[in-house]
Protein backbone atom coordinates (compact mmCIF):
# COMPACT_ATOMS: atom_id res chain seq x y z
CA UNK A 1 0.00 0.00 0.00
CA UNK A 2 1.35 3.36 -1.01
CA UNK A 3 0.00 6.45 -0.78
CA UNK A 4 1.76 9.90 -2.09
CA UNK A 5 0.60 13.22 -1.27
CA UNK A 6 1.58 15.99 -3.09
CA UNK A 7 0.65 19.93 -4.12
CA UNK A 8 1.58 21.50 -0.81
CA UNK A 9 2.55 25.02 -1.08
CA UNK A 10 3.17 28.15 0.47
CA UNK A 11 0.06 30.48 0.31
CA UNK A 12 -1.46 33.76 0.96
CA UNK A 13 -4.14 33.43 3.24
CA UNK A 14 -7.69 34.11 0.48
CA UNK A 15 -6.02 31.77 -2.29
CA UNK A 16 -6.15 28.43 -3.14
CA UNK A 17 -4.91 25.29 -3.70
CA UNK A 18 -5.50 21.60 -4.41
CA UNK A 19 -4.04 18.57 -2.80
CA UNK A 20 -3.64 15.25 -4.67
CA UNK A 21 -2.89 11.61 -3.13
CA UNK A 22 -2.12 8.75 -5.47
CA UNK A 23 -2.76 5.46 -4.21
CA UNK A 24 -1.85 2.36 -5.11
CA UNK A 25 -1.19 -1.21 -3.85
CA UNK A 26 -4.73 -1.93 -3.24
CA UNK A 27 -8.25 -2.10 -4.72
CA UNK A 28 -8.97 2.14 -4.75
CA UNK A 29 -12.37 2.13 -5.51
CA UNK A 30 -13.35 -0.21 -2.36
CA UNK A 31 -12.47 2.17 0.29
CA UNK A 32 -12.72 5.56 2.00
CA UNK A 33 -9.90 7.78 1.76
CA UNK A 34 -9.44 10.64 4.27
CA UNK A 35 -7.37 13.90 4.79
CA UNK A 36 -6.04 14.70 7.92
CA UNK A 37 -4.13 17.12 9.19
CA UNK A 38 -1.19 18.03 11.78
CA UNK A 39 -0.13 21.56 12.80
CA UNK A 40 3.17 22.39 14.70
CA UNK A 41 2.82 21.17 18.29
CA UNK A 42 -0.69 20.02 17.98
CA UNK A 43 -2.25 16.38 17.32
CA UNK A 44 -3.30 15.26 13.97
CA UNK A 45 -6.54 15.94 13.29
CA UNK A 46 -9.54 14.87 10.88
CA UNK A 47 -9.92 17.10 7.95
CA UNK A 48 -12.21 15.36 5.24
CA UNK A 49 -13.22 12.08 4.20
CA UNK A 50 -14.70 10.64 0.63
CA UNK A 51 -16.45 7.63 0.52
CA UNK A 52 -15.43 4.39 -1.56
CA UNK A 53 -18.45 5.16 -4.08
CA UNK A 54 -18.09 8.70 -3.97
CA UNK A 55 -21.37 10.07 -2.94
CA UNK A 56 -20.92 10.77 0.56
CA UNK A 57 -18.24 13.40 2.14
CA UNK A 58 -17.95 14.88 5.32
CA UNK A 59 -15.54 17.39 6.77
CA UNK A 60 -14.79 18.73 9.68
CA UNK A 61 -16.88 22.12 10.56
CA UNK A 62 -13.74 24.28 10.19
CA UNK A 63 -13.50 23.52 6.67
CA UNK A 64 -16.91 23.22 5.35
CA UNK A 65 -18.01 25.39 2.84
CA UNK A 66 -13.93 26.09 2.14
CA UNK A 67 -12.80 22.46 1.03
CA UNK A 68 -13.70 19.87 -1.25
CA UNK A 69 -12.59 16.22 -1.36
CA UNK A 70 -12.97 14.28 -4.96
CA UNK A 71 -11.78 11.66 -6.15
CA UNK A 72 -10.85 9.72 -9.82
CA UNK A 73 -11.12 6.47 -9.77
CA UNK A 74 -9.71 6.28 -13.51
CA UNK A 75 -6.31 7.58 -11.98
CA UNK A 76 -6.41 6.10 -7.95
CA UNK A 77 -6.10 9.73 -7.30
CA UNK A 78 -8.44 11.68 -4.05
CA UNK A 79 -7.79 15.30 -4.39
CA UNK A 80 -8.51 18.29 -1.50
CA UNK A 81 -9.61 21.18 -3.28
CA UNK A 82 -8.89 24.39 -0.73
CA UNK A 83 -10.30 27.94 -1.08
CA UNK A 84 -10.15 30.83 1.14
CA UNK A 85 -6.89 29.34 2.87
CA UNK A 86 -6.77 30.49 6.66
CA UNK A 87 -3.35 30.59 8.15
CA UNK A 88 -5.14 28.12 10.89
CA UNK A 89 -4.48 25.47 7.57
CA UNK A 90 -0.73 25.65 8.15
CA UNK A 91 -0.58 22.12 8.52
CA UNK A 92 1.18 19.10 6.98
CA UNK A 93 -1.74 17.42 5.59
CA UNK A 94 -2.08 13.47 5.04
CA UNK A 95 -4.12 11.13 3.22
CA UNK A 96 -5.52 7.72 4.79
CA UNK A 97 -6.60 4.81 4.40
CA UNK A 98 -7.97 2.04 6.54
CA UNK A 99 -7.78 -1.73 5.37
CA UNK A 100 -9.22 -4.05 7.62
CA UNK A 101 -7.86 -2.83 11.25
CA UNK A 102 -4.58 -1.20 9.80
CA UNK A 103 -4.36 2.31 8.92
CA UNK A 104 -2.02 3.28 6.31
CA UNK A 105 -0.40 6.98 5.86
CA UNK A 106 1.30 9.12 3.43
CA UNK A 107 4.11 10.71 4.00
CA UNK A 108 2.26 14.40 4.07
CA UNK A 109 2.66 17.63 2.23
CA UNK A 110 3.13 20.99 4.02
CA UNK A 111 0.73 23.53 3.68
CA UNK A 112 1.82 26.98 5.08
CA UNK A 113 -0.80 29.93 4.60
CA UNK A 114 0.73 33.83 5.02
CA UNK A 115 -1.66 36.36 6.43
Known amino acids: VQLVESGGALVQAGGSLRLSCAAS????????IGWFRQAPGKEREFVAV????????YYRDSVKGRFTISRDEAKNVVYLQMSNIKPEDTAVYYC?????????WGQGTQVTVSS
Open 25 to 32: GFTFENYA
Open 50 to 57: ISWSANRT
Open 96 to 104: NVRLGVRDY
